[in-house]
């Protein structure tokens, strides 16, 4: 290093950032030269405590993994299960757990935009789109009873229905959702400080996208339409009529974009499940013994393909739980996206990953 | 003798001083809490800026054991008796015409970025890159918007001097406009308000240009390593530079009294000025923060280049041609 260049510590406590990590940056006038990633500082040991927990409990427990995605990861540890012992979800079960994952794909999405709009220092569109999120909160407390975990899945199906009181609730919560929803794309489509900040920064290409193996959105406002919705489908996703998003300009902008553009097609995909919705049971009583025998689940979490892989030796707590995060995929891909940027841009770059630590280091 | 207790008084009392701080200390308070209205926010009350100083004032202050100490404590009281020098010799429109010989543009310019180098001196002193940054962030920010101002400063004087040559004196320069109406009604000087009024969100570093310190990228920079009293001077210093701004462009566009004469006239001349105050206060500051987010240093620097020093040295140039 020559004396031009100096540390910049970036973390693990950081406004700029959500949750703890450590960026060691080496910055040259305002410009990075390098980066380097730390983490390990919010380890919980949750992989070796699902194992001493039954599989019942580890429900409880991968809710807890993170709040944003906290109905992706009980949901696909059941799908695991379910995958391993041979369970068939209702399938109007099937319809509920889509709703869940959409609605929290929603305010997920929601939440990362918004935090964008602060970094770059637009407090008042931060407010706007929290705002909007919460009409999206009040949907999930309405419905669910809970603003952040729904406590909705359960192995073999879902814990509460959706009848004719909290039905219409939901579906008019997405009225009343759809319009801001498009007032706000137009915002951060045209407004001149937004694309002034965020246009042609974080550049990923294509090709490093594919080198990177990203997912989510990052993969898809790079050109890679990956979507485990589509390339993989599970619950009931065949039967839905929605679209997977794509961009080709893999800079921050267009990442943003693409999750505002997601949240409406969240929006068409909760009301078809609500029209479509069939009568039935929600749940199945009697769950078999889990047999000895190892499975995998994975789905489309609101930033990415969320992976678990499951090994049972017959007795009732599993061998080995293990899970695949999207920001795991994702954070590699902030060596190539943060190279000679701007110090300005870090948080606005790492933002657009939508990093969630909590789930990474679990 | 009586010259030394006069400019005492107004370095102390009015219109520096006492006067300033509660001044700034209201502009602060409506400031953030007509922003938390245009936010849909409830806000915090109109006092609270004065609850934030007695907090700070009853906190340690933490020194960082790699920071300049001597600088580090001497920074925040430069830029705050800097600032009230300059709120000292700010004259205000049928109350006060200023202490004799003071009121001067070219002193000005040297009081205005007395502030920005107390928050320079800060940022270096404090041994953080953060500071660092702030440090080179400030300056490069001084430079773009000191151009609009000096340009600014010679278009109004060129105006005001007319074929006499310059006029440099705040109190001429209020004269002139209390014969000749205000500045900002003139349409030469259209463009050089515009330019003046671009200028105090640069130099308040709001909006676009909360740049400096701003605190998703910098942790707010300078004043990253500062804590307790030390913070609160540096928030005071930064209230009283508004004061200071906002009635240095009253007084350069606007300074017509209300009514004429003293008594009570007085007072209301005073109740004129500070809702002037607030008026450019909700423009330049207030709204312009509430819809505009944070450009980079680059873009930030490019808009005083591009835009503002231009409008300044159009009027400059027209003031010329007119003389």
């Not at chain 1, 220092?121 to 952040?148: C, P, T």
């Not at chain 1, 954070?331 to 000679?340: P, S, V």
């Not at chain 2, 705050?80 to 709120?87: C, D, F, M, R, Y």
């Not at chain 2, 060129?158 to 006499?164: C, E, I, K, S």
């Amino acid at each position: 290093m020559t004396s031009t260049t100096y540390t910049l510590p970036v973390g693990p406590l950081h406004v700029a950032l959500e949750e703890p990590m450590y960026f060691d940056i080496q910055v040259e006038g305002e410009t990075v030269r390098s980066v380097e990633l730390a983490a390990g500082h919010v380890h919980r040991g949750m992989e070796a405590l699902a194992m001493q927990r039954n599989y019942f409990q580890n429900v409880t427990l991968t809710e807890r993994v993170c709040s944003l995605c906290s109905n992706s990861h009980p949901c696909t540890y059941c799908m695991a299960v379910e995958n391993l012992s041979g369970i068939l979800v209702p399938q109007r079960a099937q319809y509920l757990r889509v709703i869940a994952d959409e609605v929290k794909r929603i305010a997920s999405h929601l939440f990362n935009v918004g935090i964008m709009a602060h970094l770059t220092g637009f407090d008042s569109l931060f407010m706007h789109a929290m705002e909007i999120r919460e009409i999206m909160q009040d949907a999930k407390e309405g419905v669910y009873g809970n603003r952040m975990n729904l406590g909705q899945c359960i192995i073999s199906g879902c814990r509460r229905d959706i009848d004719d009181s909290t039905g219409p609730f939901l579906l008019g919560q997405l009225e009343l959702l759809k319009p801001q929803l498009d007032e706000l794309y137009g915002v951060f489509e045209r407004d001149p400080l937004i694309r002034t900040r965020t246009r042609g920064i974080g550049l990923l290409s294509f090709e490093a996208a594919k080198r990177h193996a990203v997912v989510g959105p990052v993969a898809r406002a790079s050109g890679v339409a990956y979507d485990v919705r589509r390339k993989a489908p599970y619950a009931v996703y065949p039967d839905l009529d929605f679209e997977v998003q794509t961009d080709t300009k893999g800079d921050v902008h267009s990442r943003a974009l693409l999750r505002l553009r997601e949240a409406v097609e969240s929006v068409k995909i909760i009301k078809q499940c609500l029209r479509q919705m069939p009568e039935g049971p929600i749940n199945i009583k009697a769950i078999p013994p889990i047999p000895p025998g190892e499975a995998v689940a994975r789905s489309e979490a609101p930033r990415g393909e969320l992976f678990y892989y499951l090994r049972s030796d017959g007795k009732d707590t599993p061998q080995r739980l293990k899970w695949r995060v999207p920001t795991y995929m994702n954070w590699e891909a902030l060596q190539d996206m943060l190279a000679n940027c701007q110090v300005a841009d870090i948080a606005l770059i790492v933002n657009s990953i939508d990093p969630c630590i909590s789930c990474t280091e679990r | 003798m009586t010259d030394i207790l006069e400019a005492a008084f107004a370095i102390l009392i009015f219109p520096g001083g006492l006067f300033a701080l509660a001044l700034g200390l209201f502009l602060k308070g409506t400031d953030r809490k007509v922003l938390a209205r245009l936010q849909r926010r409830v806000g915090p009350p109109l006092y609270q800026p004065v609850l934030d100083i007695i907090k700070l004032m009853t906190k340690e202050t933490l020194i960082p054991s790699t920071a300049n100490e001597v600088a580090f404590r001497l920074a925040p009281v430069l830029g705050l008796t800097g600032v009230l020098v300059t709120a000292a010799v700010m004259p205000i429109g049928g109350v006060w015409s200023g202490v004799n010989g003071l009121g001067d543009l070219l002193i000005l310019l040297y009081l205005l970025p007395i502030p920005a180098m107390g928050l320079m001196l800060a940022g270096g002193a404090s041994s953080s890159p953060y500071g660092a940054l702030g440090f080179s962030r400030e300056m490069c920010l001084m430079f773009a918007y000191e151009m609009p101002l000096i340009a600014s400063f010679l278009a109004v004087a060129v105006r005001v001097g007319g074929a006499t040559g310059s006029l440099l004196s705040l109190p001429a320069i209020m004269d002139y406009q209390f014969q000749h109406g205000p500045l900002l009604f003139d349409p030469v000087m259209l463009p050089a308000a515009l330019a003046l009024i671009l200028f105090i969100p640069g130099t308040m570093g709001s909006g676009l240009f909360d740049i400096p310190e701003a605190e998703p990228e910098v942790i707010e920079g300078p004043l990253l390593e500062y804590s307790g009293p030390l913070l609160a001077v540096f928030h005071l210093m930064s209230v009283v530079k508004l004061v200071v701004v906002l009635e240095l462009a009253v007084a350069l566009l606007c300074p017509n009294p209300l009514v004429a004469g003293g008594g009570a006239g007085v007072l209301a001349n005073l109740a004129w000025h500070i809702c002037k105050c607030l008026v450019l206060l909700m423009v330049s500051v207030t709204c312009f923060r509430a819809a505009t987010g944070r450009l980079r240093l680059d873009q930030g620097f490019s808009f005083f280049v591009k835009y503002t020093s231009p409008l300044a040295l159009v009027s400059l140039g027209l003031a010329f041609m007119l003389r």
